[in-house]
């Protein structure tokens, strides 16, 4: 497609569970990053891929939280045991590479019960 | 990197000139200015980056004095579909290293009134 595309856009997951959101990039585009965005704030830092490699994955709040981006296309953020705080809107963007600007997916808004 | 103040909202009728101005006090050499649009539902959308002194598209102007401690994005006679929040954000240069995060505040919310 044109754009990111993220899946799915909604998912709500009971306390405990093991959720995984997935991030279409920009096909060609080098660099991929991942936000979490709580209501009414700014989106914040998670982690950054280049191609493969996951080189800052200082914004992950926990070590519940795991990204991956295996052959340097598609990304998916696993989030395991969700609890209630993890509950927000996460957002992907890429970028053709570090030095253009990030084109942001719609994000799956994820609600934990 | 620098952070940045912007006013939390404004309002503006269809049709005027919007200035929305960020500060960014402590902005080094090799930083440059990027504003971003974002509606209800939707990811962050890029509107326009600059390093110094005027950078126009087809969508805003983006103005920056000499100091670049400050920067003014202009929307030229707003509709109400520009109704959103607009973040102004400082990203450093590449350098060669290091990560390029984004680092949003709470931006400035703009609404369009009839």
């Known amino acids: 497609g044109a754009g990111v595309s993220q899946s799915p856009r909604y998912k709500v997951a009971k306390r405990g569970q093991d959720v995984a959101l997935r991030c279409d990039p920009i096909?060609?585009?080098?660099?991929l990053f991942w936000y979490q965005q709580a209501l009414g704030q700014g989106p914040e830092f998670l982690t950054y891929f280049q191609n493969e490699a996951q080189l800052d994955k200082s914004g992950l709040p926990s070590d519940r939280f795991f990204a991956e981006r295996p052959e340097g296309s598609v990304s998916t953020l696993k989030i395991q045991r969700t609890q209630q705080e993890d509950s927000a809107v996460y957002l992907c963007?890429?970028?053709?590479?570090?030095?253009?600007?990030?084109?942001f997916g719609d994000g799956t808004r994820l609600s934990i019960l | 990197l620098a952070k940045t103040t912007q006013p939390i909202s404004m309002d503006s009728y269809e049709g005027q000139e919007v200035n929305i101005t960020c500060s960014h006090n402590n902005i080094a050499t090799n930083d440059y200015i990027t504003w971003y649009q974002q509606f209800p539902s939707q990811g962050p959308r890029f509107i326009i980056q600059g390093y110094k002194t005027k950078v126009t598209n087809e969508v805003a102007s983006l103005f920056i004095p000499a100091d670049r401690k400050s920067s003014t994005l202009s929307l030229p006679r707003v509709s109400l579909s520009d109704t959103a929040v607009y973040y102004c954000l400082v990203v450093r240069a590449y350098s060669g290293a290091g990560s390029y995060q984004l680092t949003f505040g709470k931006g400035t919310k703009l609404s369009v009134i009839p």
């Open positions: 963007a890429s970028s053709l590479d570090v030095s253009q600007p990030q084109h």
């Open positions: 096909s060609g585009h080098v660099s």
